[in-house]
């Protein structure tokens, strides 16, 4: 599991818009807050999504750009943008390798039945591509506020 104080992973993934978006593209500009989800358009992820979007201009004006991730491709990323007229950018991570990377793709229990899946997690990353916030399992209501108080106080 990432820990604070390490590096951040590095990736260069498709967005919903099929432009690749890189870590990289940040580094010495802006935070990043990193966040895993399951799924496109599901309860959960779209409450989480849905408020992270009503706080995107405390995030801008605090120097951060929001990132979700997920394995859904990117035209489902596009379609669920499009639905609920989210402001994150939302990246495509089919193969897996940002989710293990990242230490967010765990055995899960569900109704008596384990299977493997993003455990829903957020990460802060600084400016200087170091993370400096990890949370793993985290709950969606109100999980955009906490993530925009924490960068608040940098």
Not at 15 to 26: E, M, R
Not at 80 to 101: H, M, P, Q, R
Not at 106 to 120: D, F
Not at 134 to 141: I, L, N, T
Request: glycine residues 8%.
């Amino acid at each position: 599991m990432i820990q604070p104080g390490n590096p951040a992973p590095q990736f260069s993934l498709p967005n919903q818009a099929q432009q690749t978006l890189s870590l990289a593209d940040f580094n010495g500009e802006k935070n990043v807050v990193l966040y895993f989800y399951p799924k496109d358009d599901t309860s959960g992820c779209t409450l989480e999504a849905n408020q992270f979007t009503a706080l995107i201009d405390q995030f801008t004006a605090a120097n951060t750009v929001v990132i979700g991730v997920s394995k859904d491709s990117c035209e489902s990323h596009q379609a669920f943008i499009n639905k609920y007229g989210l402001k994150v950018e939302l990246i495509s991570d089919t193969n897996g390798e940002l989710c293990e990377a990242y230490g967010v793709w765990q055995e899960k229990e569900k109704n008596g039945t384990r299977k493997m899946g993003i455990v829903r997690s957020t990460f802060i990353i600084d400016r200087q591509g170091n993370v400096i916030d990890a949370e793993y399992g985290v709950k969606a209501d109100g999980h955009a506020l906490a993530v925009l108080e924490k960068i608040s106080a940098l």
